[in-house]
């Protein structure tokens, strides 16, 4: 199953009650003027292209590393951060997404690398219904 489908589950099992889940998109983009090209012009562009004019990086996310999911879970009346990092059966997490799980582990928030909904319910305290 792909990684993809496994944090749909987890977000429709385990994302309700105590336990608030919202997906974290990690990424770099770019923002500025947009320009649709029309016709081609003096640069190597395609019809439908578009060119970003006066271009700076836009940074989505946490950080880098930081977990797929994100949220808090209510513990006696109070909110608890969660990280949920997804990985298919065979993924593996890198280095900057193990150290972001610890450090929230370390500062008392609840994170893990989970695989499946089960790994989910378990890392959140959750039952199984």
């Known amino acids: 199953m792909s990684e993809h489908t496994t944090q749909q589950r987890i ?14 998109n ?3 983009g770019w923002a500025g003027q947009a320009t649709k090209i029309q016709r081609r012009g003096m640069v190597a562009v395609e019809p439908g292209d578009i060119i970003v004019r006066q271009g700076r990086p836009l940074h989505a996310g946490l950080c880098v590393g930081s977990s797929d999911l994100i949220g808090y879970r209510q513990v006696d009346g109070v909110a608890q ?3 949920l ?3 298919s059966a065979t ?3 890198t280095a900057q997404q193990t150290q972001f799980i610890d450090h929230i582990t370390a500062v008392g928030g609840c994170a893990g690398i989970v695989r499946s909904v089960e790994d989910a319910r378990s890392v959140l305290s959750i039952p199984t219904p």
Do not use: D
């Open 11 to 24: 977000l429709l099992a385990c994302g309700s009650g105590p336990v608030r889940l919202w997906r974290n």
């Open 26 to 28: 990690v990424g770099t």
């Open 81 to 83: 951060f969660v990280a």
């Open 85 to 87: 990092e997804v990985k």
């Open 91 to 93: 993924g593996r997490p």
